[in-house]
């Protein structure tokens, strides 16, 4: 014999199971929210410091350009310059 199929016990059904899903999404948001992360923790540090190369870089190829007496030149060179010059820099420093 074949079964019914009651459509508002199906709609029940999946509704709690939808509204219980979303509270374990919650809670485990909420979990990973608590934890103290420590890779997060070094990534910053790690994204820092690109950040402070870059306003390094920067403003030594602001200081190319003004050099020039603000005229002429490629922005883009001066950039490069002051790319191979900081590099340069670094590594002299580390050694």
């Given at each position: 014999?074949?079964?019914?199929?009651?459509?508002?016990?199906?709609?029940?059904s999946?509704?709690?199971?939808?509204?219980?899903?979303?509270?374990?999404?919650?809670?485990?948001?909420?979990?990973?929210?608590?934890?103290?992360?420590?890779?997060?923790?070094k990534?910053?540090?790690?994204?820092?410091?690109?950040?402070?190369?870059?306003?390094?870089?920067?403003?030594?190829?602001?200081?190319?350009?003004?050099?020039?007496?603000?005229?002429?030149?490629?922005?883009?060179?001066?950039?490069?310059?002051?790319v191979?010059?900081?590099?340069?820099?670094?590594?002299?420093?580390?050694?």
């Amino acid at each position: 014999m074949a079964r019914k199929n009651n459509e508002a016990r199906s709609l029940v059904s999946a509704e709690g199971a939808g509204a219980a899903a979303l509270t374990h999404r919650r809670a485990t948001r909420a979990k990973a929210a608590a934890k103290p992360d420590r890779a997060g923790a070094k990534n910053q540090a790690v994204a820092k410091e690109p950040a402070c190369e870059h306003e390094e870089i920067a403003a030594l190829a602001h200081s190319y350009w003004e050099a020039r007496g603000r005229q002429g030149g490629c922005a883009e060179e001066d950039w490069f310059r002051a790319v191979e010059e900081v590099r340069r820099r670094r590594q002299t420093s580390n050694r």
